[in-house]
């Protein structure tokens, strides 16, 4: 700056003295001299407003990466400047960086993220939040998110603006088939802003429904049985009876008892598998011979039913595959078991129930159960694995069953990386067939 002072003055001192030397006649020397001084000042101020146009010129936010000046006071104005505006592009490079970041995570998050501002207008949203409320992150900015989401619970939970608990909610896309449920809470924060979280909480309440069903379905199961059973009890301790009286209360008894304890034994089962990992490749167990073991088994349940021995049911077993199969042998036969009793259970005396394990051309192998009896409504069929979850309670107690049966076939084949398909209508029998994987099959050796 020093510098810049004196320059000017010396362009003024130089101009006075080429005006005192080249006077005019007539004239004051002196006054051509101040008249010189005052030219040099402003041949000096027209300099350095170009320099000054030049610099504001490249100050622009396209400007080249090359000063137009280096030198003097302008230069040095501009190489600080580079450096500030050098250090200001970082500090935004940065901050764009991070602020990307932090949207990619948020847009990473499994459940939904949606700014509101001041005025309940939509910001920014994750694409989980568009899923869960039915939203486009583009077209659906700076609305009005009552306009876009007319749930009533949630219109007044944002009106009230009591955000400490969280709200309930169906899912844009919920159905009565598929119902979606979302738990959504507000968080305000600076000037009026608020941050809305929603998560899909669909499996957590049809678990903790599962749950509820479950425990009451075991307490009315056992409960029912051990009500029998008190009653027995009690009329055996107070009432005099002969032989033939208390032997049938005894017999009746007995079945109590079994029931609950075919019951305890599925639970067990349940238990077992679902804690259990996933049997290995190691052990191989000849079908054939698993075979025929359900074959004596269905024979032996058939003339248990039909006491009369005149209307057994007719039992078709057709093996075609005569390898091996890799799993627990006990659960392979637990789950075809039930598979097996269930036909003879619920098809009439005289019916037909055949049962096949034929190898498929592609390598996987298809285990199946065909009956004649009344068949499965269609609106059953994708409850049948569900515990305790009957098509008819009464039909189902007749049949000594503890509606746990196609649970722990669904958990076997689950295990076993198989699928089990139901195929039924109303009065034309049904078809159970679990689909094991070619992993899991080989020739006999």
Not at 329 to 339: D, F, P, Q, W, Y
Request: hydrophobic share 45%; charged share 20%; glycine share 8%.
């Amino acid at each position: 700056m020093l510098l810049r002072i004196l320059v000017f003055f010396g362009v003024q001192l130089l101009g006075a003295a080429l005006g005192f030397w080249f006077g005019v006649a007539g004239h004051d020397p002196y006054l051509v001299a101040a008249v010189g001084a005052l030219l040099g000042s402003v041949l000096w101020l027209a300099l350095d407003a170009m320099r000054a146009s030049r610099v504001l010129g490249w100050l622009t936010p396209d400007r080249p990466a090359e000063l137009p000046l280096k030198s003097g006071v302008w230069g040095e104005i501009l190489e600080r400047a580079q450096r500030l505006l050098r250090d200001k592009d970082r500090t935004i490079q940065d901050g764009n960086t991070r602020l990307h970041d932090f949207l990619s995570a948020m847009q990473a998050s499994p459940n939904g993220v949606l700014l509101l501002d001041d005025k309940n207008r939509i910001e920014w949203c994750n694409q989980m939040a568009a899923a869960h409320f039915g939203l486009d992150p583009r077209r659906d900015l700076q609305q009005i998110i009552l306009n876009l989401v007319r749930d009533p619970g949630f219109t007044a939970y944002l009106s009230i603006r009591s955000f400490d608990r969280e709200l309930l909610m169906a899912g844009r896309d919920s159905t009565p088939t598929r119902p979606l449920r979302l738990s959504v809470q507000l968080y305000p924060y600076g000037g009026g802003r608020m941050l809305l979280l929603s998560r899909d909480v669909t499996a957590v309440e049809q678990a903790e429904a599962m749950r509820r069903d479950f425990v009451a379905n075991v307490s009315h199961e056992i409960r029912t049985p051990l009500t029998v059973l008190a009653g027995f009890v009690e009329t055996l301790q107070t009432l005099d009876l002969d032989a033939d009286e208390r032997e049938s209360y005894l017999t009746l008894m007995a079945q109590q008892a079994q029931r609950m304890q075919s019951l305890v034994n599925d639970l067990l089962m349940l238990s077992k598998l679902e804690g259990s990992p996933t049997p290995g490749v190691d052990a191989w167990s000849s079908v054939p011979t698993l075979m025929q073991q359900l074959a004596q088994d269905a024979r032996a349940l058939t003339q248990v039913i039909n006491t009369d021995g005149a209307s057994l049911h007719q039992l078709t077993f057709d093996c075609q595959f005569h390898g091996e199969i890799a799993g627990v042998v006990t659960e392979l036969h637990s789950a075809m078991g039930n598979l097996v009793s269930n036909a003879i259970r619920y098809t009439p005396p005289g019916g037909h129930i055949g049962v096949s394990f034929v190898r498929l051309p592609d390598g996987q192998a298809v285990f199946e159960v065909v009956d004649t009896g009344p068949g499965i409504a269609p609106e059953h069929i994708p409850r049948l694995t569900e515990r305790f979850y009957r098509i008819d309670r009464s039909r189902s107690r007749e049949t000594g069953g503890t509606g746990l049966g196609l649970a722990i076939v669904k958990h076997v084949a689950q295990r076993h990386g198989a699928t089990l398909v139901i195929e039924s209508q109303p009065g034309q029998g049904a078809s159970f067939r679990i689909t094991f994987p070619a992993v899991r099959l080989r020739e006999a050796s």
